[in-house]
């Protein structure tokens, strides 16, 4: 794979590149300067002279498009070369608003100069291919828009709804919880992924009323199921309710104000209310983690680290932080009877949790082996579509009534 950063050298008078050409590089200038011209029916236009720092033929990468201008070493020169993957992989992963206004103010840019030609007054045709990219990321931002709003409204209707995965016992095969997955039934364009909308409200900061709602909500129904199940199960633990908490939630401490109120007003015992945390809350600022965790265990309930292995530094979150569970990510899980390092992966993970005394819930699970091989390594937990998928509450309550054991 060639370097995505290195440096080159121009004597004065090098052609860096001309109008027109088709580009894969921008440049920096770190020595030197660079001239940036036209070439116009009355003769050579100089637009600029950058020097030290400027950034050169980046509008060609991003507008997918010839180089407006022509540039030329005004002086010997050192520039670092930027590969058309190493600049344009971050915009590409930015909001597909911003793309769009990235875009736009590109394209806009590298019209102007075709407007300073003399005896030219017109805008220059916008090819085929370049069409269609605007279009596309026009698309794309409109969406967006779209669906953020569609998504306000759907707070305060709700069209949301909370679906329930049971939790199964790994050595007794009963039912010993259950986690909350939010879930968008759009009254138009019906089920809308959580892929596609938890993203949306963790960024736009909806997530925060979302996530409340679904506090309140699971442990309203964690009531009506725990009564099924006390006369199903009389003499099971009662059991408990996950709940995933997003780290945008915790970015405020007062949050957890709020979230102890819904916690005491729901009348649910906070030592059956287990919480889930991915690691973007440790990642992003790790004492503010530290102290909003432990603000959390003050309520009594537990702690669940969400999605486990799939991060960067996961190990030592189990050391620094209160966790009482363990959720080893499915990633692990799915291939784990017919690959021997998979299994070997899982095994060492299921004991360091025992070691230290976590709960180890395994997600996932889609065969018989799997689930075999998840109680063998001492995993105390397991939930996957082999059990049960996601379902509204009255599918979960039917299962507690029909005393369903796997």
């Known amino acids: 794979m060639p370097e995505q950063i290195y440096a080159r050298n121009l004597k004065s008078g090098d052609v860096l590149f001309k109008e027109g050409e088709e580009g894969d590089d921008a440049y920096i200038v770190e020595t030197g300067a660079v001239e940036i011209s036209l070439d116009l029916p009355v003769g050579k236009k100089v637009l600029a002279i950058l020097g030290k720092g400027e950034i050169i033929g980046e509008m060609s990468l991003i507008a997918h498009a010839p180089r407006s201008a022509t540039a030329i070493a005004a002086e010997d020169s050192e520039l670092l070369v930027l590969k058309r993957d190493r600049l344009l992989k971050p915009i590409e992963a930015a909001d597909p608003i911003m793309r769009l206004m990235i875009r736009m103010i590109v394209d806009r840019l590298r019209e102007a100069p075709h407007w300073m030609r003399e005896g030219d007054s017109t805008i220059p045709d916008i090819s085929k291919e370049r069409k269609l990219a605007f279009d596309e990321a026009r698309e794309l931002a409109f969406g967006r828009i779209q669906i953020e709003g569609e998504m306000r409204q759907a707070i305060e209707v709700p069209e949301f709804e909370l679906h329930y995965q049971p939790i199964i016992n790994l050595k007794t095969g009963i039912l010993s919880g259950c986690e909350a997955l939010m879930r968008w039934i759009h009254p138009e364009r019906g089920f809308i992924s959580p892929g596609e909308f938890i993203p949306l409200a963790e960024e736009t900061g909806m997530i925060v009323e979302m996530g409340r709602w679904a506090l309140e ?21 009662p059991p408990f309710i996950s709940v995933n908490v997003s780290g945008r939630q915790l970015l405020e401490l007062s949050e957890i104000d709020i979230l ?27 004492e503010h983690a530290a102290v909003a965790l432990e603000k959390l265990k003050e309520l009594g309930i537990l702690l669940a680290i969400d999605d486990f292995g799939t991060g960067y530094s996961s190990l030592s979150y189990l050391h620094r932080y209160p966790f009482d569970t363990l959720k080893i990510d499915r990633a692990f899980v799915v291939n784990m009877a017919k690959d021997d390092a998979s299994r070997k992966l899982v095994r060492a993970i299921a004991g360091m949790a025992i070691d230290l005394e976590l709960d180890i819930v395994a997600e996932g699970i889609e065969e018989q082996r799997e689930y075999d091989i998840l109680a063998e390594y001492g995993c105390h937990y397991g939930q996957g579509f082999m059990m049960a998928r996601p379902s509204p509450i009255s599918n979960n309550i039917e299962l507690i009534e029909n005393a369903t054991t796997w």
């Open 260 to 286: 102890r109120d819904i916690i005491e007003k729901s009348g649910v015992d906070p030592k059956q209310i287990k919480l889930e945390i991915t690691e973007s809350l440790m990642v992003h600022d790790a």
């Open 217 to 237: 909500t699971g442990l309203r129904d964690h009531l009506t199921m725990l009564e099924a199940f006390k006369k199903s199960f009389p003499d099971e633990k």
